[in-house]
C-alpha cells in the first residue's frame, strides 16, 4: 500500500513509518516541523529514514499543501499530526491548536473525499473523556474533555465520524493512551523523570503523585495503528488502545529509580488545571476486532526508554 503519515517526523510517526517500511509498504509523509520542541530531536527521528528506498518527505503545514500533492497515489492516512499538550492548550494557544488539531483533520477528510481515498486512520487521544471515575474507559463511556486540548482531539474525532456517517468516508478512529517509549517528546513525563534521575535534577511532578494512567509503549500503538489501516472491519469505528495496566505515577518514579540506580528528588506542584486524575483503557473492542493485545510490559518499557535517554543524552542537552 501506499500511505500518507502526517507527523511522520514525530515521536510516533516515525516508528509508524519504519514498521509500515519494514512490513512492505510505501510512505510519503508530512511534516511541519513546528517549534513545540526543537528540530534537531525531530532530524534524529528521521535518520533511519531519510534516504530509504519506498519513503518520501514533504515538510510543510497540511494546510498549505494542495490535496492532490497529498493524497494523489494514496491508498490510506494515518494521521498522527497533531498540536500535543493539555497545560499549554489554555488561552491564546488555543489558536495553534484549532489550526493543527481540527482544521488539519476536516481538510484530509474533505480531499479523501474529493479523492476516494481508502482509508482515514485518526490518532485520537484518551483525554476526550475527561475526568471521569467510571474506570475502564469504554468507547461508549460519556466524553467530556476538561481541557481545551482534549476538546480539538474530540472535535476532530467526531469529524471524522461525520464524514463517515455523511459520505460514506472509510475512517477509523484510535484513542491512544498516554504512549510512552523511545523517542517520547522532551515535554512528557516519562522523558522528564529519566533525565532528571540520570542528571540529577529534580522531578517536577504536579499533584500528589497518585494520580494512575494506563500507559502504552509506543511499539503497542504502532501494532495497534497498523492493524487499523488494515483491518476491513474497522471501517467507521472508534477504538481505545492502552497498555493493559493501570499504575500510580508515583510506582512509575520507584521504577525509574530501581532502573537507574538513581534516588529521586521530588518537587511537588499543585495539580495542573486539564489533568485528569486516573486512566484506564477496555480494550475489549479492539482487541475482538483489531487484534490487539500490548506485549510490551511497563517494565520493559520504562528500561527501553531509559536506554534511549542514556544514549542520547548528548543530542537531547545540545537541542
Avoid at 37 to 47: F, I, M, Q, T
Avoid at 97 to 107: E, F
Wanted: aromatic share 8%.
Amino acid at each position: 500500500m501506499n500511505i500518507l503519515v502526517t507527523g511522520a517526523a514525530g515521536f510516533i510517526g516515525s516508528r509508524l513509518s519504519e514498521s509500515l517500511l519494514e512490513l512492505g509498504h510505501r510512505v510519503r509523509g508530512i511534516d511541519s516541523f513546528t517549534d513545540y520542541y526543537p528540530r534537531p530531536l525531530k532530524e534524529a527521528n528521521l535518520g533511519g529514514l531519510r534516504g530509504s528506498e519506498g519513503f518520501e518527505l514533504i515538510e510543510a503545514d497540511i494546510m498549505a499543501v494542495a490535496p492532490a500533492e497529498l493524497l494523489e497515489g494514496i491508498d490510506a492516512v494515518v494521521h498522527l499530526a497533531a498540536q500535543a499538550g493539555v497545560r499549554r492548550s489554555w488561552g491564546a494557544n488555543f489558536a495553534v491548536y484549532t489550526h493543527n488539531n481540527i482544521l488539519t483533520t476536516q481538510r484530509l477528510l474533505e480531499a479523501g473525499k474529493e479523492m476516494g481515498l481508502g482509508r482515514l486512520v485518526y490518532a485520537g487521544s484518551s483525554s476526550v473523556y475527561g475526568d471521569t471515575q467510571d474506570l475502564p474507559m469504554r468507547e461508549t463511556s460519556a466524553c467530556w474533555p476538561v481541557s481545551p486540548y482534549g476538546v480539538t482531539k474530540l472535535a476532530a474525532e467526531h469529524l471524522c465520524g461525520l464524514y463517515h456517517k455523511n459520505f460514506g468516508m472509510d475512517t477509523a478512529s484510535l484513542r491512544y493512551f498516554t504512549v510512552y517509549g523511545p523517542r517520547q517528546r522532551p515535554d512528557m513525563a516519562f522523558h522528564r523523570f529519566i533525565r532528571a534521575l540520570l542528571e540529577g535534577g529534580s522531578i517536577r511532578l504536579f499533584g500528589d503523585g497518585e494520580q494512575s494512567r494506563d500507559f502504552t509503549f509506543v511499539d503497542d500503538i504502532v501494532a495497534a495503528t497498523i492493524s487499523a489501516v488494515t483491518t476491513p472491519e474497522a471501517k467507521g469505528q472508534v477504538f481505545n488502545v492502552g497498555g493493559g495496566s493501570r499504575v500510580s505515577v508515583n510506582q512509575v518514579i520507584a521504577m525509574l529509580e530501581e532502573i537507574t540506580g538513581n534516588s529521586a528528588k521530588v518537587e511537588r506542584l499543585e495539580v495542573a488545571k486539564g489533568d485528569v486524575r486516573d486512566t484506564e483503557a477496555d480494550c475489549s473492542k479492539a482487541r475482538d476486532i483489531l487484534g490487539y493485545a500490548p506485549q510490551v510490559s511497563l517494565a520493559q518499557g520504562l528500561a527501553a526508554e531509559t536506554q534511549w535517554v542514556r544514549d542520547n543524552l548528548k543530542l537531547l542537552r545540545e537541542a
